[in-house]
């Protein structure tokens, strides 16, 4: 068992499933990045979920890539971020999806927060991300955290752009499943609200982390979405007063999407 001197500072976590494209144009960037002494050790952790596009066969193929892969099947991109993070041995978690890039100056960022000795006692950063085109109607190409009363409207962390603590993951029984597989979609949202519910502190920043390939299923925008947010804002609020104005503002905020 390594010791805890040897012990990665960072987890990468990537989710996959029949993206063996993106898979490789991910760790490959994550790879092309040079190292110093100075600099803090990270793993990869690779999710497969049983993929039929020869991703199984390249991740055996480049095992020097890759820290740790499981290459099974599972219920969904949550169930795989669950699965990673209890393979996880960094202090800190980054979820990252296949064909998604960290900035050039990634390391850089992270090394400045990690060594800052005012950071401690944080166990939830998050940073800015670069929305890749081609991006849909209303999505900006850069999106800034923030971390208040406004994120019972709106996700305002984008999840490629969030570090975790390692110790957020574990609830009070000691089960590390932080996201709830009752919620396809937007497992992330849910989890974030009940963090800010609770009243954990995020450092918000607006240096950007990651570039964020198109296409991901929280940018479909369908109707299923919008019932989604309005069952998990049910879960954390139970309030009948939410209920009702969050289905105001689900519905509403459908309708700007159809029309734009």
């Not at 005012?118 to 670069?130: C, D, I, P, Y």
């Not at 009070?172 to 979609?185: A, E, H, M, T």
């Not at 009940?194 to 450092?203: A, S």
Request: charged share 25%.
């Amino acid at each position: 068992m390594p010791s805890i001197s040897n012990l990665p500072i960072l987890s990468i976590i990537i989710p996959s499933f029949n993206q063996l494209g993106g898979l490789k144009k991910t760790i490959l960037s994550f790879k092309k990045q040079k190292r110093t002494s100075s600099y803090f050790d990270f793993e990869i952790i690779v999710i497969d979920g049983k993929s039929s596009d020869g991703s199984e066969q390249w991740i055996n193929e480049n095992e020097n890539l890759i820290s740790k892969a499981i290459i099974e099947k599972d219920a969904g991109i949550y169930d795989a971020m669950n699965k990673g993070v209890r393979i996880a041995k960094g202090k800190w978690v980054w979820f990252m999806g296949t064909g998604d890039l960290p900035s050039e100056n990634w390391m850089d960022l992270l090394n400045v927060f990690l060594k800052n000795k005012h950071n401690t006692h944080t166990k939830l950063a998050a940073f800015g991300v670069h929305l890749l085109p081609p991006r849909e109607s209303g999505v900006p190409e850069f999106y800034s955290p923030t971390w208040g009363p406004e994120i019972k409207w709106k996700n305002t962390i984008h999840h490629q752009g969030v570090i975790y603590s390692r110790a957020l993951f574990k609830n009070n029984l000691g089960s590390i499943s932080p996201f709830d597989l009752r919620y396809k979609v937007l497992a992330d949202y849910h989890f974030h609200l009940k963090l800010w519910k609770n009243g954990l502190i995020c450092d918000c920043k607006n240096e950007v982390l990651a570039r964020v390939c198109p296409g991901g299923v929280s940018r479909q925008f369908n109707k299923s979405l919008y019932k989604e947010e309005r069952e998990l804002k049910h879960e954390v609020f139970n309030s009948l007063w939410s209920d009702i104005i969050q289905g105001i503002w689900t519905r509403l905020k459908w309708c700007s999407k159809k029309i734009a």
